[in-house]
């Protein structure tokens, strides 16, 4: 059956660059060095291997079930199949993650694009630390440039998503992922001519066990959710767009190995630097927007370098917040019959009353606080810790228990064709290892073990 206003992505190509642009985003390119570096190097490494393993591939693939056997988006995939249920309510937390998640992303981006115009136009050079920050802190702290610039931002996502999905969001992808990883290369060989690179290497790499705290392995499994984009339907919804019989595990461990590289060549891009011009590595949003400009400015030939540095980040954050926007507008073209054009420009308006907000609330003094955090943080914590492990925790129990095995076994093997040997292994992970795994995250930031 034909399906109105459903998209279709139209090679495996685009299928693999658009779920790797949602992926990789600001997610890989400074809260994994920065957390990586925090927690003992390839000691957290290690772990958050592990968790990939037990947590971040076996929900990939729930999810990518989930929307191959039912074509639907986040809220009706649950509907499709397990009609009379309540299960689609885990895609309404799917929902309310998205605009908490795009509310602070997009201010984030915001601040991406800034830095971008200032490298342009060679505001480091000749500045030093103080002044970079003084002038990162006036410029948060001015509430409407921030504003506008992620108003910006989010129209920008919002163009590529009305395009459509194959217009739109496959052809952006297939162009911004590859200049992406060529940009990350670069760096990273750049890197290689410093004297820090050592140093750097060591950091990143030199595993420090003594460093390792139960914190630490919850800080692995929440970097997981966040990076590889799940808990939150939105690789349900792309993978319903996905029309070839194609090798699924093979295509999602490929993904999930290009997200974790992508991640590792970040720390090699930054790392070394900071060492070579002896800044302090541990900062976390600092790490990106203050002290590398820094280092920018001292380096040779710094200003191509940090264009091309601001280049990466700025695609890496409109490929994710595109994946987001599109899993809600698939919601509201679904759920609502809105055109596409109807559903995109609600959801920007939503997301942009959101951001607009949560740049506000860093104004020194402002009001905009609630629980005592201003909303920006708040929102930032309330998202990766609560709702995309709850999400991820019920998208696991729906799969391993819920979901009829035949249909299941189905799709995950493409009706018996590849990987059959896997399944029993996935179905054991999938109900009884991600999901313990998870309630133990959950509770513990709830703060009840
Ligand atoms: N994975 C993205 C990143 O690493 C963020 C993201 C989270 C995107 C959840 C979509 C859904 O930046």
């Given at each position: ?26 997610g890989n390119v400074w809260r994994f060095p920065y957390m990586a570096g925090m927690n003992g190097g390839a000691a957290f490494l290690l772990l958050y291997l592990a968790m990939i393993l037990m947590v971040g591939l076996p929900l ?128 990273c060989?750049?890197s290689?001519?410093?004297?820090g690179f050592g140093a750097g290497m060591e950091f990143l790499f030199k595993p420090d066990f003594s460093k390792i705290t139960t914190q630490t392995v919850l800080d692995a499994l929440g970097q997981v959710f966040f990076t590889l ?27 999930t190995l290009?997200d974790t590289s992508i991640a590792i060549l970040a720390g090699i891009a930054i790392f070394p630097a900071v060492f070579?011009?002896?800044i302090s590595p541990t900062q976390g949003?600092?790490l990106?927007?203050?002290t ?92 990766s810790n609560?709702?995309?492990t ?39 992970i999938?109900?009884?290892i991600s999901?313990i795994a998870v309630s133990l995250i959950f509770l513990s930031k709830?703060g009840l073990v």
């Amino acid at each position: 059956m034909k399906q109105e206003h459903r998209g279709a992505f139209t090679s495996n190509f685009g299928v693999m660059m658009a779920v790797a642009g949602s992926a990789v985003g600001l997610g890989n390119v400074w809260r994994f060095p920065y957390m990586a570096g925090m927690n003992g190097g390839a000691a957290f490494l290690l772990l958050y291997l592990a968790m990939i393993l037990m947590v971040g591939l076996p929900l990939i693939l729930a999810e990518f079930s989930i929307g191959r056997a039912s074509r639907r988006g986040a809220v009706g995939a649950f509907k499709v199949l397990a009609p009379g249920k309540r299960w689609y309510l885990i895609g309404y937390i799917a929902i309310l993650a998205g605009f908490t998640i795009m509310g602070f992303y997009s201010v984030i981006a915001g601040w991406t694009i800034r830095f971008l115009s200032e490298a342009i136009n060679n505001s480091f050079a000749g500045q030093s630390m103080s002044e970079i920050t003084g002038s990162f802190n006036n410029f948060v702290d001015s509430g409407y440039k921030p504003m506008l610039l992620s108003i910006g931002f989010i129209a920008m996502c919002g163009a590529i998503v009305l395009s459509g999905v194959e217009k739109g969001i496959e052809r952006y992808n297939k162009i911004l992922m590859p200049v992406l990883i060529v940009i990350l290369v670069f760096l990273c060989l750049n890197s290689l001519t410093l004297d820090g690179f050592g140093a750097g290497m060591e950091f990143l790499f030199k595993p420090d066990f003594s460093k390792i705290t139960t914190q630490t392995v919850l800080d692995a499994l929440g970097q997981v959710f966040f990076t590889l984009s799940i808990g939150m339907g939105v690789m349900i919804t792309y993978s319903s767009y996905v029309t070839k019989k194609e090798n699924m595990v093979r295509s999602k461990v490929i993904i999930t190995l290009i997200d974790t590289s992508i991640a590792i060549l970040a720390g090699i891009a930054i790392f070394p630097a900071v060492f070579t011009f002896g800044i302090s590595p541990t900062q976390g949003p600092e790490l990106v927007f203050v002290t590398l400009p820094n280092v920018f400015a001292q380096m040779a030939g710094g200003y191509f370098v940090a264009i091309l540095f601001f280049i990466l980040l700025t695609i890496a954050a409109i490929t994710s917040a595109v994946s987001i926007i599109e899993m809600m507008v698939a919601f509201f073209i679904e759920e609502y019959r809105m055109t596409r054009r109807r559903a995109v420009i609600t959801i920007c308006s939503m997301i942009i009353g959101m951001s607009t907000l949560c740049a506000l609330s860093q104004v020194s003094g402002s009001s905009i606080r609630v629980f005592g955090l201003n909303l920006f943080d708040l929102l930032d914590v309330v998202s990766s810790n609560y709702l995309l492990t709850f999400g991820g925790l019920t998208i696991a129990l729906f799969t391993g228990w819920i979901f009829n095995k035949e249909k299941l076994f189905n799709v995950f093997t493409c009706g018996g064709r590849y990987t059959v040997w896997l399944f029993p292994v996935f179905l054991f992970i999938i109900r009884y290892i991600s999901p313990i795994a998870v309630s133990l995250i959950f509770l513990s930031k709830l703060g009840l073990v």
